[in-house]
């Protein structure tokens, strides 16, 4: 039962852990006396040795619970010597920490700083054209972003997804219906006039919600075409692969029309670019329709870019019913080389020690 709960490191007080760490510790060191004294011809008085090879295994499991557990302790461990940084180096996959809700309580740079200093070497931003937006503009603060995007370049990290139509509800730049067409190909633009200032090759679109007046089979046209015409853009102008997100309506998002990965996967089809995929986001499709590693399998030749967080609750892994371990591990042997994203809140907030520990639940689910 103890090791079962070794997963949850981040949720668990660490000074109890060490202490039960040091209890196993004991069977290290009968193991140490078993091993020194196990001689065959060491005879006691009734012919046995000191130590039977029955007890030098039971010690062995012993130990080998000891050394899983010691090695574990050095994730666990929240201080600030330099030793006990995170390092991205060495994780099968690479994860972008969202910076929207780790290290709230510091200006955005110095979250890029953080999350850097912790060894992770991506992050997302959904707000970033809204990043020092000049109030009452229509256009991002290009210059801000440029700040930013050199910020990055200095800490050697890469831009993840940003939102480019953030319409998972009532909107006007909602592509269900082409009256909102016109604003969401407006945002298309901001959006290649980003991507070169932070180097960000990927890039959120939304459908947008369901409009009483059409049918699912019109409202899925409007989708197609626009993001046909948005995909010209992306292509005419060099800038990133947009992702279209199915979004789950059961907890966060009611009335959203884009909802199961195979709908996205019609979209996509139809669209037929290279510069417009989908955004498998795990938390998301959990819950719209589970069957994670299938239909990632599934659809993976579609697939642009991976998001997760735990559910339910929307946190970090260990935190819900999501099996991390198994379904990044299924990303990784499927040859995936991009990035992978957190869109979540750390459960304990956005606080430092709650933003560590959500970054180390990252590098845990990471193992197996």
Same mark, same amino acid.
């Not at 953080?114 to 937006?133: I, Q, Y």
């Not at 290009?142 to 319409?167: F, H, P, R, S």
């Not at 901001?190 to 959120?204: M, R, Y």
């Given at each position: ?100 809700? %780790? ?195 599934? %659809? ?69």
């Amino acid at each position: 039962m103890f090791l079962r709960s070794l997963p949850y490191l981040s949720t668990i007080d660490q000074e109890e852990f060490f202490i039960a760490c040091e209890s196993l510790y004991v069977f290290h060191s009968r193991l140490v006396f078993i091993r020194d004294n196990l001689d065959e011809n060491k005879q006691t008085a009734n012919g046995r040795g000191i130590v039977d090879r029955r007890q030098f295994l039971e010690a062995s499991a012993m130990a080998t619970v000891w050394a899983s557990t010691t090695s574990l302790v050095s994730i666990a461990r929240s201080d600030e010597k330099a030793g006990d940084q995170a390092s991205s180096a060495g994780m099968h996959l690479r994860y972008a920490i969202n910076i929207g809700t %780790h290290f709230t309580n510091h200006p955005v740079l110095d979250r890029l700083q953080k999350v850097a200093d912790f060894g992770f070497t991506a992050v997302e931003n959904n707000g970033l054209p809204d990043l020092d937006r000049v109030a009452g503009s229509n256009e991002p603060n290009y210059d801000a972003i440029a700040l930013y995007g050199q910020k990055l370049k200095e800490l050697g990290m890469t831009q993840a997804t940003w939102v480019t139509n953030g319409c998972a509800g009532k909107c006007n730049c909602s592509i269900t219906d082409d009256s909102g067409t016109a604003e969401f190909l407006r945002r298309v633009h901001h959006t290649t006039k980003i991507s070169p200032l932070v180097a960000g090759t990927i890039s959120t679109v939304t459908s947008g919600i369901e409009v009483p007046k059409l049918s699912s089979k019109e409202m899925t046209q409007n989708v197609i075409t626009a993001l046909k015409k948005a995909a010209e853009i992306v292509e005419k102008a060099g800038g990133p692969v947009l992702v279209l997100e199915p979004l789950n309506v059961l907890v966060d998002h009611p009335g959203y029309h884009v909802v199961k990965t195979d709908h996205a996967a019609e979209i996509i089809d139809a669209v037929g670019s290279p510069k417009v995929k989908i955004l498998y986001d795990i938390y998301h499709q959990q819950i719209s329709e589970g069957n994670l590693i299938g239909n990632i399998r599934k %659809h993976y030749d579609r697939i642009g870019y991976f998001q997760f967080g735990d559910h339910p609750g929307r946190h970090e892994p260990f935190t819900g019913e999501i099996h991390y371990p198994n379904v990044f591990k299924a990303i990784y042997q499927l040859g995936y080389q991009g990035m992978v994203g957190g869109e979540y809140g750390p459960a304990g907030g956005g606080n430092d020690d709650a933003s560590i520990a959500s970054m180390k639940a990252v590098r845990l689910a990471d193992q197996w």
